[in-house]
């Protein structure tokens, strides 16, 4: 298994639309990719800066996980995602040395991405997300 990169990090917002201007006015951050992942119950902003990026993630449902996370504990810091040649071989691996897995297949995420979290019960808290870009195969 090999990550490459921490590919972004994950923020819970309320919104997307009082959240971008921080990023923008105050950090002088650009926002260039706003996106809805449906099946994902999500909204997502993405800001980059150097090679990482920062998804904002405003929920499309009271009961998708980002509207849960953020009733239980508030905006903030919602995942770190690593990025790897190969999701795939990246859940194998991981499942062999007894990592939870929330998904147990890459399935598709924001950006087009190949995604799959790992449970926080076995990431020593934080939930944790492997990303593969199928454009760099």
Known sequence: MELTHIEHLGIAVKSLE???PY?????GLKCYSIEEVKDQKVKTAFFKIGQTKIEL???TDPEGTIAKFIEK???GVHH???ATNSVTDCLTELSDKGVQLIDKAPRKGAEGL???FLHPKSTHGVLTEVCEDP???
Request: glycine share 4%.
């Open 114 to 116: 190949n995604i799959a």
């Open 135 to 137: 454009n760099k195969k």
């Open 80 to 82: 770190v995602a690593f």
């Open 57 to 59: 993630l405003e929920s």
């Open 23 to 27: 990023y923008e006015n105050i950090l």
């Open 18 to 20: 009082e959240s971008i």
């Open 73 to 75: 504990r508030g905006e």
